[in-house]
């Protein structure tokens, strides 16, 4: 499958599946990649086409040609027009940009991100909510909320990043704005491996290589008990997932 999914008459993203791995590449580089409604139309498309999609089993996501990775949301066209909305239509457009996130979680496929230069806002969400984070030395991540007068938790950065490094410096950054640049981001346990830039996609590719040789059942379950675990309120009921996906699993095979 080679095909680009959108909605839009200027493709935001480029989407392609080959031997199993999808390449997702963020196409509005005069934008850094910037979010508008096509932006968020089209993702909400692809993440539901993923959902039931055999064919694609790990997803790559990139930044493409743009300077940065992804700046957030784009400011100078639709923040203004989301402010000109009624309550409630404003108040849609920011779910609608929220829910992203948990349509990457929910998907089956594992998603690993590979993140040049800036990394803001959204595209700081896009980061956590992906599985793994491949980052270019150039990486830098703010929760560029608190920094343009709105709260510093938005785009499930609050959910997110705490699980990811930790409450105390979850706190620093979304309170703050700073950047977290590729080694601090190495050293907390965001990033999973820090390359150079022209190394990030061969990186990814080895780790989706390895991932679609694995059973695609146990990927998949692999995915769902992590998410849930994060969630579970204990040990037991954490065991109790892990054991059903173990027994459904050792009776699949024994099927074949």
């Known amino acids: 499958m080679d095909t680009t999914k959108t909605n839009s008459e200027t493709p935001p993203f480029k989407f392609r599946t080959k031997a199993g791995i999808g ?3 963020l196409d509005r580089p005069a934008t850094y990649n910037a979010f508008d409604h096509s932006m968020v139309k089209a993702f ?3 993440l539901r086409e993923l959902r039931y999609d055999e064919e694609t089993r790990v997803v790559i996501l990139d930044g493409g040609d743009a300077k940065g990775f992804c700046a957030g949301l784009d400011t100078k066209i639709y923040a203004p027009q989301i402010f000109k909305m009624t309550p409630i239509k404003a108040y849609n457009a920011q779910v609608r940009m929220s829910r992203l996130f948990l349509g990457m979680r929910q998907i089956p496929q594992p998603i690993i991100a590979c993140v040049h230069g800036a990394a ?3 595209g700081f969400s896009l980061a956590m909510a992906s599985d793994l984070r491949i980052l270019a030395e150039d990486a830098r991540f703010s929760a560029a909320y608190i920094n ?3 709260g510093g938790a938005d ?3 609050s959910y997110f990043l705490p699980r990811l490094i930790g409450a105390g410096r979850a706190y620093e950054y979304l309170l703050t704005g700073n950047w977290m640049d590729a080694k601090t981001s190495l050293d ?3 990033a999973s491996r820090v390359v150079g830039k022209e190394e ?3 990186t990814a590719e080895t780790l989706a290589k390895t991932m679609v040789e694995k059973n695609p059942m146990g990927i998949r379950m692999t995915k769902e008990a992590i998410n849930c675990n ?3 309120p204990g040990l037991e009921a954490a065991l109790n997932m892990e054991d059903r996906n173990q027994i459904m699993m050792s009776y699949t095979y024994r099927m074949k």
């Open 44 to 46: 909400e498309t692809l």
């Open 23 to 25: 390449y997702l590449t």
């Open 148 to 150: 343009i007068g709105l």
């Open 120 to 122: 803001a806002g959204i």
């Open 155 to 157: 785009m499930a950065s």
């Open 230 to 232: 994060l969630d579970c």
């Open 188 to 190: 907390l346990g965001f």
């Open 200 to 202: 990030m996609i061969k």
